[in-house]
């Protein structure tokens, strides 16, 4: 039997399946309630128009009259609808023939590299979600990191001089929370056009920019003749466990729309009838309330976590535009040794920066919480003694 020799390239396990099993053996062994602030998973019931319209999808299903068996392949019309008029809104002009529905963001970053040759050349600015990096790693492509720093707030800029086949960018950055401006996409789009190469851009923490900030990649011009974005309703809906998001091709990419419809017949029996029917309220007013009203309330809970650490005098990025907090560790500590000492000390479990791909010693705290176990995480990081 011949198996994927680039699964060998990969660690043991992945950083999230390690985090939980830290965070399980924590419980047991610890005096003090473990608080996680370390995988990122939202903590909150979803808003009550999401939930009533899921509801109202499963009756239906129940009834001859209105049951539905598979969906559309590439997603219903009335979500691709309310998605055309959220670019508009964006700035950005966008076809329904262009949206393909998904079960969130994860999969597609890595799903998406088989639109193109094996082998292939494919650039990653860390620190990174790893999913997407290890995806690639699996498909036998050579994988090549870009390291960024907080002198420029971890927004990379452009290789000039070298060449990729593709290109991945997220904004907000999970985890660094730096968001991109237009002008420092216009250079990544410009690079991308001038060496022929694609842009994935990952924004499953679009819904977080603050208002006035680019939300879409094709709010920038010349956007629809390099990149691909991924979006997902996972963090801004608070749909991690009901799975949906969407993918845009734009046809000004040639033969990638074409190959992406063909690619997810042979892959993918589409999203339930009943997730969707939950997504596409949010493209109504009181949907978008539920939605933004709920992202606040995690951008505070990162403030609060923000006011405790410059009480520590620690370096935190400044993102308002973000749901997570970068942490640099204390002077002599690794990023491993501080997200330690957060857990064994103050019972809160944190990712550290190599989950992320990355060497420097930082660690990421996620604010999906309920505001208590913030208040309660900010009090003790406040307390401990460095």
Do not use: H
Not at 76 to 99: C, H, Q, T
Not at 176 to 198: C, H, M, P, R
Not at 221 to 244: D, M, P, V
Not at 352 to 374: C, M
Request: hydrophobic share 35%; charged share 25%; aromatic share 12%.
């Amino acid at each position: 039997m011949k198996i994927n020799d680039d699964f060998g390239k990969l660690p043991a396990d992945y950083v999230f399946a390690e985090l939980a099993e830290k965070v399980k053996r924590a419980r047991k062994l610890s005096e003090k309630r473990i608080i996680d602030l370390g995988i990122g998973d939202v903590k909150l019931p979803l808003p009550k128009i999401f939930a009533d319209e899921m509801e109202k999808a499963a009756k239906e299903t129940g009834k001859k009259e209105t049951f539905r068996g598979y969906p559309p392949q590439s997603g219903y019309d009335f979500l691709k609808n309310g998605i055309v008029g959220e670019y508009a809104r964006d700035g950005a002009e966008i076809s329904e023939d262009e949206i393909f529905v998904t079960d969130g963001a994860k999969s597609e970053l890595g799903n998406v590299a088989e639109l193109f040759g094996k082998g292939i050349k494919v650039l990653f600015p860390v620190p990174c979600y790893p999913a997407a990096a290890e995806s690639n790693v699996i498909l036998g492509n050579d994988v090549v990191y870009l390291p960024t720093d907080r002198e420029n707030d971890f927004i990379p800029v452009p290789p000039y001089g070298k060449t990729f086949d593709l290109i991945y960018l997220c904004s907000p950055s999970n985890p660094t929370g730096g968001a991109f401006s237009y002008l420092q996409l216009k250079s990544w789009i410009d690079y991308a056009i001038s060496s022929n190469a694609v842009i994935i851009y990952d924004g499953a923490y679009s819904r977080f920019v603050e208002s006035g900030g680019v939300r879409t990649i094709y709010a920038v011009k010349g956007a629809k003749n390099c990149a691909i974005e991924i979006r997902s309703f996972s963090k801004s809906l608070g749909f991690t466990g009901i799975r949906c998001g969407f993918t845009v091709v734009p046809k000004e990419l040639g033969d990638l729309n074409s190959l992406y419809k063909r690619r997810i017949g042979a892959r993918f029996n589409g999203v339930s009838y009943i997730s969707q029917r939950g997504a596409a309220a949010y493209f109504t007013p009181e949907g978008r309330k539920a939605a933004e009203k709920r992202i606040n309330f995690y951008k505070t809970n990162a403030s609060v976590l923000k006011i405790a650490l410059k009480k520590q005098n620690l370096w935190y990025n400044n993102s308002c535009s973000s749901p997570y907090v970068f942490v640099k560790s204390p002077d002599g500590l690794s990023s491993d040794g501080f997200s330690d000492l957060l857990l064994d000390n103050c019972g809160i479990c944190s990712t550290p920066a190599r989950g992320f791909l990355f060497d420097g010693n930082y660690v990421r705290l996620s604010a999906f919480s309920t505001r208590e176990d913030i208040f309660e995480a900010a009090e003790r990081i406040a307390d401990l003694r460095l």
